[in-house]
């Protein structure tokens, strides 16, 4: 079973950053679209930011500026660099694996960004 591991989330004051990991398998890694969703109580999920294998980037408007995303190809890795973290920014984050092409989809477990004082 394909497993994609989140780490990094916590309690943050406002103002605030962290950065979340995300580690894929190489073989899926390397095909897909890494992403970042976030679902906070209540709510539906949303999107947060993508990025591609060729290093294409898209975020969502609420967290551009203040999110980055970016990718390590040779660590399988895809990172979201957070900076000044408001309370809306609260949630469970997803890691998200996606290739149209190669029919792949798949999700982490979710990692829990608190952002309160």
Same mark, same amino acid.
């Given at each position: #079973? =394909? &497993?994609? =591991? +989140?780490?990094?989330?916590?309690?943050? #004051?406002?103002?605030?950053?962290?950065?979340?990991?995300?580690?894929?398998?190489?073989?899926? $890694? +390397?095909?897909?679209?890494?992403?970042?969703?976030? #679902?906070?109580?209540? @709510? @539906?999920? +949303?999107?947060?930011?993508?990025?591609?294998?060729?290093?294409?980037?898209?975020?969502?408007?609420?967290?551009?500026?203040? $999110?980055?995303?970016?990718?390590?190809?040779? @660590?399988?890795?895809?990172?979201? &660099?957070?900076?000044?973290?408001?309370?809306?920014?609260?949630?469970?984050?997803?890691?998200?694996?996606?290739?149209?092409? $190669?029919?792949?989809?798949?999700?982490? @477990?979710?990692?829990?960004?608190?952002?309160?004082?």
């Amino acid at each position: #079973q =394909v &497993q994609l =591991v +989140e780490s990094g989330g916590g309690l943050v #004051q406002p103002g605030g950053s962290l950065r979340l990991s995300c580690a894929a398998p190489g073989n899926i $890694f +390397e095909l897909a679209t890494m992403g970042w969703h976030r #679902q906070a109580p209540g @709510k @539906k999920r +949303e999107l947060v930011a993508t990025i591609t294998n060729g290093g294409g980037i898209n975020y969502a408007d609420s967290v551009r500026g203040r $999110f980055t995303i970016s990718r390590d190809n040779a @660590k399988h890795t895809v990172y979201l &660099q957070m900076n000044t973290l408001k309370p809306e920014d609260t949630a469970v984050y997803y890691c998200n694996a996606l290739s149209v092409t $190669f029919r792949l989809d798949y999700w982490g @477990k979710g990692t829990l960004v608190t952002v309160s004082s």
